[in-house]
Every structure is written in structure tokens, then in C-alpha cells.
């Protein structure tokens, strides 16, 4: 018999990041991290396992794939196959609400919308810890996209403590995320490679023996709604996990001209008041931040920038969840 379930799931922006991992297969992180769900962009994802299919099946925003996309879905269907003792093949069906060049990665809501789809379609009852730990193994970042609003991914030490929960609901503070689109071209280095790459910098033990104290300021700071704090400890911890970046064996360089024309623009608007600050993910897109009676002036600000295409503008997002047994959206 057919068993089908459907998910859908916000991507994240870090706040303070995941970059390196102490192992790599169970995606056990170098460093806890902390992050804010994006509520206007959403993966739906449906998944049917079928007694009739002779392989698992992959369809992203209406087109098959194939390959290293299908191997990794599949080998997280494994492990729900495993706790859920089923045996079929399923199909995957997933849709983003944001396009694949507007600068956002999608695994983190894709592996979160995942875990949940499958785990229900395999007759599971997971906890948000058990689908957070299981979201982690298929992408790191989506071990975030399962709890709601700000969130937390303590590192741990193995598959059992490595999992994310919430610190605070999204209402706690209206921050908003300017997505400011650089370009939207395809990443040569996607971050499962830069994760390996990590270690080769000679900066990455650093960073890494430093990235708790950064938390604790960041959540201290997102706790307190302590804008100037927050700026100056997210800044820095987005430099730090770039300088590993360009420091590796071979460097990664991710910002192109126009990254550095937000950041010191970015930099010129808070030293005259204004309160915003930039965090840059593995690509040369900035996302600055800023809290909601901000945004229309730093929105207007960043428009009049030349290297500047386009603005997307999110605020924080609630947790993965699953969808009416009978919807077909995707
Ligand atoms: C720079 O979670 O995308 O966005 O586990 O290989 O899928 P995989 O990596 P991913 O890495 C995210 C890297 C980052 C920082 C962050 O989101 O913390």
C-alpha cells in the first residue's frame, strides 16, 4: 500500500556559523552554531513510498534529478527505511518557493522538510530533537530549519547530542533579513566541499576555540534585543568563518566586488546611527539585518547601491511541519 506524507520547512540564515566538521558522514559539527528560520521562503516537500517503485525517485521544482541531489535524499530514506523498518522505494517530490539564483541555500529547508516528510510517511512519531539529529546527517544547516524562530545547534559529541532547539519564538524580536543579490550565479564550491576544506586553514582552530564565546554574546545579545552588540559579534563571526575561507588549501574566495561595497556601506550607515549589519554565507550574496523599524530606510539605502540586483526581505520564520495528509501543493 502506499504511504505518503508531505512537509514544508523555512531555510536559515546563521547568525554565528557552522563551518568544518569533527565528522564528516554523521555531519557532526567543528562548532555550535545559532540561526533565525526565514519566514517568507518555504520548501514543500511530499514523499510516497510504493511497494510498486523499483528505485527512489527525485523531483525538485518539477524536474528529475539524478545523481549526487538523488544520493544524498536517498541515503537519508535510508535511515528513515531503517527506523521505520519499510522496505519500499519512495518518491520525492519538493518545491522551493525561492528561486535556485536568489542567493538562499535550499538544503537546509530541503533536508528539514525531508526528514519530516519521510519519517511520517514511514509511520514514525519522531521529537523534534530525533528529527533534528536526523535533518543534520542530510545537511548540516537543516538540523536548524526543524525547531522555530531563533535557534541553536549545540555541537555535541556524537549523533545523540548533536542537535539543534529553539532559544527563543519568532516574535521575540522583528529582525528582518535584507537578502541583497550580488549575483546569482551557480557557487563553483558548494559548502559540503568547504566543510572538508576547513580544516586546511591554519585559522579554522581558532575560529573554532572562539565560536562558544561568540554564541554566548550573540544569544546574550538576541535575548536581550541588544542591537549594537548583536551587530558587532555577527559581523565578526562571518569575517572569521571567511577568512578560514580564503585561507584554505585551495582558498575559497566567495565575495566578488559588490560584496564588499554592502559590507562598507553597511559599516558607514551604523557608525551614523543607523542600525544594520551584514553576515555572509558561503556565496557572494549579503544578508543584512536589521530590526523592522530599520528596514525601509536601509532597504532604500542599499537600492542606491551600483553592485545591488535585488532585495528579498524575510523576517523569522516558525518551525518544519507537517502538512494535511491530503495536500497535493507540491
Ligand atoms: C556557510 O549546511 O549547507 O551556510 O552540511 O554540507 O549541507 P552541508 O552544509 P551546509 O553548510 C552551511 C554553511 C553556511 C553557514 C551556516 O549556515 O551555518
Redesign the pocket.
Known amino acids: 500500500m502506499r504511504s505518503t506524507a508531505s512537509a514544508a520547512a523555512h531555510p536559515?540564515?546563521?547568525f554565528?556559523?557552522?563551518?568544518g566538521?569533527k565528522d564528516h558522514e554523521l555531519?557532526l559539527?567543528a562548532n555550535s552554531?545559532l540561526?533565525m528560520n526565514l519566514a517568507e521562503l518555504e520548501t514543500l516537500t511530499r514523499v510516497s513510498f510504493d511497494p510498486s517503485f523499483t528505485s527512489d525517485q527525485l523531483i525538485l521544482n518539477g524536474k528529475e534529478m539524478s545523481g549526487l541531489a538523488l544520493t544524498r535524499v536517498s541515503v537519508l530514506l535510508d535511515k528513515i527505511r531503517d527506523l521505520g523498518k519499510v522496505k519500499e522505494y519512495a518518491l520525492v517530490n519538493s518545491k522551493n518557493n525561492f528561486p535556485a539564483g536568489a542567493g538562499i541555500?535550499s538544503?537546509?529547508s530541503a533536508?528539514a522538510a525531508l526528514a519530516c516528510a519521510a519519517s511520517s510517511a514511514a509511520g514514525l512519531k519522531l521529537s523534534e530533537k530525533q528529527l533534528s539529529q536526523l535533518a543534520?546527517t542530510?545537511?548540516?544547516?537543516?538540523s536548524?530549519s526543524i525547531p522555530g524562530g531563533f535557534v541553536e545547534?549545540q555541537a555535541g559529541t556524537d549523533h545523540e547530542t548533536s542537535y539543534a532547539f529553539s532559544v527563543a519564538s519568532p516574535d521575540h524580536w522583528d529582525l528582518v533579513d535584507l537578502i541583497v543579490l550580488i549575483s546569482s550565479d551557480q557557487k563553483e564550491v558548494?559548502?559540503?566541499?568547504?566543510?572538508h576544506l576547513a580544516e586546511t586553514s591554519p585559522l579554522q582552530l581558532t575560529r573554532v576555540g572562539d565560536a562558544d564565546r561568540r554564541l554566548n554574546i550573540c544569544r546574550a545579545a538576541l535575548l536581550d534585543r541588544d542591537f549594537p552588540l548583536f551587530a558587532n559579534i555577527v559581523e565578526q563571526d562571518s569575517s572569521l568563518?571567511h577568512a578560514v575561507m580564503m585561507t584554505s588549501d585551495p582558498p575559497l574566495y566567495y565575495w566578488e566586488p559588490g560584496t564588499l561595497e554592502v559590507m562598507q556601506a553597511v559599516e558607514e550607515w551604523r557608525k551614523d546611527g543607523l542600525d544594520a549589519c551584514f553576515t555572509?554565507?558561503?556565496?557572494p550574496n549579503v544578508h543584512v539585518l536589521c530590526p523592522a523599524s530599520e528596514s525601509r530606510a536601509v532597504k532604500r539605502k542599499l537600492g542606491s547601491l551600483a553592485g545591488v540586483k535585488s532585495i528579498l526581505e524575510c523576517t523569522p520564520g516558525g518551525p518544519a511541519r507537517l502538512l494535511e495528509p491530503d495536500f497535493t501543493g507540491v
Do not use: L, V
Request: hydrophobic fraction near 35%; aromatic fraction near 12%; charged fraction near 15%.
Open positions: 536559515n540564515i546563521a554565528i556559523k557552522y563551518w566538521n555531519r559539527p552554531s540561526s541555500a538544503s537546509a533536508f543534520r542530510g545537511s548540516g544547516s537543516a536548524r545547534w558548494g559548502s559540503t566541499q568547504g566543510h568563518m555572509i554565507d558561503a556565496g
